[in-house]
C-alpha cells in the first residue's frame, strides 16, 4: 500500500513538472543536479526537455523527484501581470461592443433604420474580428504579443473616435463602418488564448480559460450598466454639448468612454506589459510516453467522412463555438426590441436585466475552477447548452401585445446570460485547447475564433430578418434545435473527445 502511494505521488511529481515545462516559463535555476536530457543537448527547447520526461529513459524521469519543491510553486500562472492585463485587453475588446448595447437600437431608429440594420451593425462587429484574427495570430508570432496587441488597441482608438461621429454623418452605413473597426480592433482574442495557453499548467488550462472567459463575458453582458447609466443621466438631466464635430449625447458618451479606457490601455501596454518570444513545438524526433502514443494513434484514425479523428474533433468544437455564441448573438442583436414589444419593457430597464444576469454569470464563470472538480469539460458543455434551450424555448408562442408578465423575461434571460452561455462556452474553449495539447496553438485558437466570430455575424443577420419580417418564435426554435443537435453530437462523440483531451 504505501509504495503504490509513493509511485502514485511519483506520477503526479512528474505530472507537475511537464505541466510547468509546457508553458515554456522559466520556473527556477538549475546549477546542480543538471537533468541528464539537457547535458546530452543544452539547446533544447523546453517543450522537447517536457517530452524527454515522457520517455522511457528512467534517468530522465528522476528529475521529476528532484525538482518537486520547485514544481510545487509554479503550478499555476507564470506572468502573472501579463495575464491580467490580457484579461484587461480581452474586457476592452468586449466593451467596445457592450457599452452601445443599450443605445444601439435607439441610434439605428434615429438613422431611419431597421432591425435588418441592426443585425448588419450587429454582424459587422464581428465581421471586422473575422477580417483581422488570423492576422493577428500570425502577428503574434512574427513580431511578439506586445505589438501585436498595442495595434489593435490603437485600432480601437481610432474605431471610438468614429463612432462619435455617427450623428454627424447621419448614415446607417457609416455605422456598419464604424462597428467594422471595433470589430477588426478587437479581434486579439485568439492572441490572447495563446497567451493564456502558454503561460498556465495544461491541467488547470480549462480554470484560467475561464477567467479570461469571464473579462470576455463581463465586456459585452455587464457593461451594459454604463450604456444604461449614460442614457438615464442625459436624458434626466437634459444634458447635451454641441461644438461642432464635438457632440456629446446618450449616443456619443460611451464611445468618447471607450476613447479614454482604450488610451489608458495603451500605456499599460507600452510600459508595464513584458513581451514573450514565441517558442516552436518540439523536434519530431522526440519520442512519446505510451500514453500519448496511445492517443495519437486514435486521433490518427481515418472517418468515415475522409478526416482524421483529430481533424474531425477541432472542427466539431468549432462548430460548438458557432453554435453557442450565435445563440447569444441572436439575442445581442433582438433582445432589446424583444422586450420592449412582447414585455412593455424600456431600452434601459431591459439593458439592466441583461447587465445583472451578465454579472451573475462572471461569477459563474470565476467559479468554473470549482465546477471543474466535480464535472468534466463534456458534462458543462452539454449541460450548459441544454439549459440554454430551456431559457430559449420558454420565450417561444409569447404574443406580441405587452401583455405578457416580464418574470417569463427575467428566468429566461438568467437560464441563457447566468447559467448556459457561460459555463458553456468556456468548456467549449477548454475543451478545444486540451485536443490541440502540445501542438502551436497561436494559429488554431486564431482560427478558433474566427469560426466562433462567424456565429454571431450570421445568426445576428437571420435574427434581423425573422424579427422584421417573420414571428420571433421562429428564431427561438431555430435556436432550440441547433443547440439540440450540438448536444447530441458531444454526446454521440463523448468517448473520443474524453480521450483526446486527455
Given amino acids: ?57 528512467e534517468d530522465n524521469k528522476s528529475i521529476a523527484e528532484s525538482i518537486l519543491s520547485s514544481v510545487a510553486t509554479a503550478d499555476g500562472i507564470h506572468d502573472t501581470v501579463g495575464f491580467y492585463i490580457v484579461c484587461l485587453v480581452i474586457l476592452v475588446g468586449e466593451t467596445s461592443r457592450g457599452v452601445f448595447f443599450p443605445t444601439m437600437w435607439p441610434l439605428v431608429e434615429s438613422l431611419g433604420g431597421s432591425t435588418v440594420t441592426l443585425g448588419y451593425s450587429v454582424a459587422a462587429f464581428s465581421f471586422g474580428r473575422i477580417l483581422m484574427t488570423p492576422v493577428f495570430g500570425s502577428w503574434s508570432v512574427t513580431h511578439g504579443y506586445k505589438n501585436t496587441l498595442l495595434l489593435s488597441t490603437s485600432i480601437l482608438v481610432f474605431g471610438t473616435l468614429l463612432y462619435g461621429q455617427i450623428g454627424n454623418v447621419g448614415r446607417t452605413e457609416f455605422l456598419i463602418f464604424t462597428q467594422t473597426v471595433l470589430g477588426v480592433g478587437s479581434g486579439t482574442l485568439g492572441v490572447t488564448l495563446a497567451f493564456c495557453a502558454e503561460v498556465t499548467a495544461t491541467r488547470n488550462r480549462t480554470t484560467y480559460m475561464a477567467f479570461l472567459t469571464a473579462a470576455q463575458y463581463a465586456g459585452f453582458t455587464v457593461t451594459p450598466f454604463i450604456g444604461a447609466l449614460f442614457v438615464k443621466l442625459f436624458n434626466s438631466y437634459d444634458i447635451a454639448i454641441d461644438w461642432g464635430f464635438f457632440k456629446l449625447n446618450e449616443y456619443t458618451a460611451p464611445a468618447y468612454f471607450m476613447t479614454l479606457v482604450c488610451t489608458s490601455l495603451i500605456f499599460m501596454l507600452k510600459f508595464v506589459f513584458q513581451d514573450r518570444k514565441r517558442i516552436k513545438g518540439a523536434a519530431k524526433t522526440v519520442k512519446n510516453s505510451s500514453r500519448q502514443t496511445a492517443v495519437d494513434e486514435v486521433a490518427n484514425n481515418t472517418t468515415w467522412f475522409g478526416m482524421t479523428v483529430y481533424d474531425a474533433c477541432i472542427m466539431g468544437c468549432m462548430l460548438l463555438n458557432v453554435t453557442t455564441r450565435g445563440s447569444i448573438g441572436c439575442f445581442e442583436t433582438v433582445g432589446i426590441t424583444f422586450a420592449a414589444t412582447h414585455f412593455d419593457m424600456t431600452n434601459s430597464r431591459a439593458s439592466v436585466i441583461v447587465a445583472t444576469c451578465g454579472l451573475l454569470g462572471v461569477f459563474a464563470l470565476l467559479s468554473m475552477g470549482h465546477i471543474a472538480k466535480f464535472l468534466t469539460d463534456i458534462q458543462m458543455l452539454s449541460g450548459g447548452m441544454f439549459v440554454m434551450c430551456l431559457g430559449v424555448l420558454s420565450l417561444a408562442d409569447i404574443p406580441e401585445d405587452g401583455h405578457t408578465a416580464s418574470w417569463r423575461y427575467y428566468v429566461s434571460i438568467f437560464m441563457i446570460y447566468s447559467i448556459g452561455y457561460p459555463i458553456a462556452h468556456t468548456a467549449v474553449i477548454g475543451l478545444f485547447s486540451k485536443i490541440v495539447g502540445r501542438r502551436p496553438q497561436g494559429t488554431l485558437l486564431s482560427w478558433f475564433v474566427l469560426t466562433g466570430s462567424m456565429g454571431p455575424m450570421s445568426f445576428a443577420v437571420i435574427s434581423g430578418y425573422i424579427a422584421n419580417y417573420g414571428d420571433m418564435s421562429i428564431l427561438f426554435y431555430m435556436l432550440t434545435s441547433v443547440l439540440g443537435l450540438s448536444i447530441f453530437f458531444v454526446f454521440w462523440n463523448k468517448t473520443t473527445l474524453e480521450t483526446l483531451s486527455r
Fill in 1 to 57: 500500500m504505501a509504495s503504490s502511494q509513493i509511485e502514485m505521488g511519483q506520477t503526479h511529481q512528474e505530472e507537475g513538472a511537464r505541466d510547468v515545462l509546457s508553458s515554456d516559463a522559466p520556473y527556477m535555476n538549475m546549477e546542480e543536479n543538471v537533468p541528464p536530457a539537457i547535458l546530452k543537448n543544452p539547446d533544447m527547447s523546453n517543450l522537447q526537455f517536457e517530452h524527454s520526461l515522457d520517455s522511457d529513459d
